[in-house]
């Protein structure tokens, strides 16, 4: 018994690994957040097998079931229409749920949206906070407010109908000449990399239609030079 957490192409399906195809092959069930976008990389890698539909609309329900299957013995391989499961995706509470059970998780490392934007960005990639999306209506603002003062840079996630909203919401908050990168449709025939400042990208993209799955990111805001005080390692005497 045991569950793995498979990561799926972001866009080019060229980027699934060996070690998925053979996970894939291997299991009993696939967990889909959506059968047919699963189904169609499945059938593209030549894989047949039983899909269970697993999303964010059903999460709380189905865990129960799916730990119930797998601790009589199933194996059981999760993915997501995209990516690595649970970053930004349902998956959490599964895992959470598995390891309380004693239920062996394994996953995978694979491909995962934010990490080619951040290096793609140009932006410092020591040091960063992964924010996804953020609140659509209700604690937005107060989650804006206290980014204010974050010194690494800030990734986030956004769709393309509310990217202009987030880009002008970013440069209220943090200033209009913060550098930011917008990557769009990474790994795909499309995909587009537009760097500069918030001001700069904001026109850029109010000239466009914008599509496909959209990463932010934003540099953190510049840490401050400590004043020293030009007498302060001279002798007061």
Request: net charge negative; aromatic share 6%.
């Amino acid at each position: 018994m045991k569950l793995y957490i498979v990561p799926t192409p972001i866009g080019n399906l060229e980027d699934i690994t060996l070690r998925a195809i053979t996970i894939l092959k291997s299991v009993d069930v696939v967990l889909a957040e959506d059968t047919r976008t699963s189904g169609t990389l499945l059938k593209h890698l030549g894989i047949s097998k039983p899909m269970h539909s697993y999303h964010i609309h059903n999460e709380h329900q189905t865990v129960s079931r799916v730990v119930d299957r797998i601790l009589k013995g199933e194996t059981m391989a999760l993915v997501s229409d995209a990516g690595t499961p649970a970053v930004s995706d349902p998956g959490f509470l599964l895992v959470r749920e598995c390891i309380k059970q004693g239920i062996v998780v394994e996953c995978l490392p694979g491909p995962t949206a934010f990490v080619p934007a951040l290096v793609n960005s140009g932006l410092p990639s020591d040091r960063f906070t992964f924010e996804g999306f953020l609140p659509h209506k209700k604690g937005r603002q107060t989650r804006l407010q206290n980014l204010v003062s974050e010194e690494r840079t800030m990734i986030f996630y956004e769709s393309p109908h509310r990217l202009i909203k987030a880009l002008q919401q970013f440069s209220e908050y943090f200033g209009a000449d913060r550098q930011v990168s917008v990557s769009r449709e990474l790994s795909k025939i499309y995909e587009e990399n537009i760097r500069g400042t918030l001001e700069e990208v904001i026109a850029y993209f109010s000239q466009k239609t914008i599509k496909g799955e959209i990463v932010i990111v934003l540099a953190g805001k510049a840490e401050e030079k400590k004043k020293t005080d030009k007498y302060e390692d001279e002798d007061p005497d």
